[in-house]
């Protein structure tokens, strides 16, 4: 006598679109059929002009999740009302790719006036990103609306720094309802990119007054870093990758080098010395498909952080500015 109430169950799990939270799979299917492939392109023809643009990408719609959550606040131009998170320390001078978001949105705005918010290109464009560059495919949920503000403290005090603790990092990232598994598989977001000199010069010359180089760095990966940053002003903005041996390949090569001694970055060499994070970063470097995997599903709950739903929000007519 039950069967009916089972099969009108099973009928709604099958035929209702796919759905994470308040966001939809199929969301802009009808009212902008087109918008993967505009995206798409754009980053494409983006990166075939820049090959940093894929791990820029990365880092901007990291900057934004992580600071004030997932609500493009991290493109607007500053007002009279709020100062801009391109201000931030952790952004200024460094933050990368807000022209080209702005260029898909108006590619967008042609086809689908008012309908797709600047957040939603920004998710799409990052998966994108990735898979242009070698990296999973990954299905984005979508539905996020443009947030009215900004938060520059939140950017300064919640976005990780490459001179904080492991500790200190984890606690961010905790905050955010991210755990210590998304924060090692995010952290291999760094195996495309750059980082200027400044960010981990400490590591090479007189590291805590011991006159030599950061003994958890390999010696001869320390002598290679040495030459390639020579001046030890602190403000040294010479750009150097993050992942010398594929530097444009999303790869796991990124978790190779930290078994090796090799990070770059302190923050990130710290991963393999911590009881906490060693065994996943051995088994990232092992095996490629669960670093992918992780990834990824790191990426899906990345993107889902403070997001703005239904009628709160809006889609913005042009990403820098609230309508």
């Keep these: 006598m039950h069967f009916p109430t089972i099969s009108l169950v099973f009928c709604l799990f099958v035929f209702q679109p796919f759905v994470y939270g308040q966001l939809d799979y199929k969301f802009y299917d009808t009212t902008c ?5 505009i995206v798409r392109f754009g980053v494409w023809s983006a990166m075939a002009n820049d090959t940093r643009m894929a791990a820029s990408l990365l880092r901007l719609h990291f900057h934004d999740c992580i600071s004030n959550g997932c609500d493009a606040s991290v ?4 007002t ?11 952004n200024l001078n460094s933050a990368r790719g807000f022209e080209l978001i702005e260029s898909i949105k108006a590619n967008v705005e042609k086809v689908c006036p008012k309908t797709v918010s600047c957040v939603d290109i920004l998710t799409l464009a990052v998966r994108d990103a990735v898979l242009l560059t070698g990296g999973r495919y990954w299905n984005v949920a979508l539905g996020r609306r443009d947030g009215l503000t900004a938060n520059i403290t939140a950017a300064n005090t919640m976005t990780p720094s490459p001179f904080e603790s492991l500790d200190d990092i984890i606690a961010k990232f905790t905050a955010k309802g991210l755990d210590i ?6 952290s291999g977001a760094h195996t495309i990119g750059f980082v200027q000199c400044f960010a981990f010069k400490f590591r090479l010359f007189n590291f805590s007054g011991t006159g030599s180089f950061d003994p958890s760095l390999d010696a001869s990966f320390a002598s290679s870093l040495q030459t390639q940053c020579p001046n030890q002003d602190a403000s040294d903005t010479t750009l150097v990758p993050l992942d010398a041996v594929t530097t444009t390949k999303f790869d796991n090569m990124f978790f190779r080098n930290l078994v090796n001694n090799s990070g770059v970055l302190g923050s990130d060499q710290a991963l393999m010395s911590d009881n906490r994070t060693s065994a996943m970063v051995i088994n990232y470097s092992k095996y490629p498909f669960w670093f992918a995997k992780d990834f990824s599903d790191s990426m899906v709950k990345l993107s889902n952080v403070g997001v703005i739903t239904g009628q709160n929000g809006q889609v913005r007519d042009k990403c820098n500015l609230v309508n």
């Design 181 to 186: 598994k998304d924060v090692v598989a995010l």
């Design 33 to 37: 059929p087109n918008l993967t492939k």
């Design 75 to 78: 493109l607007l131009d500053e």
């Design 80 to 90: 009279s009302s709020f100062r801009s998170e391109k201000d931030a320390l952790p």
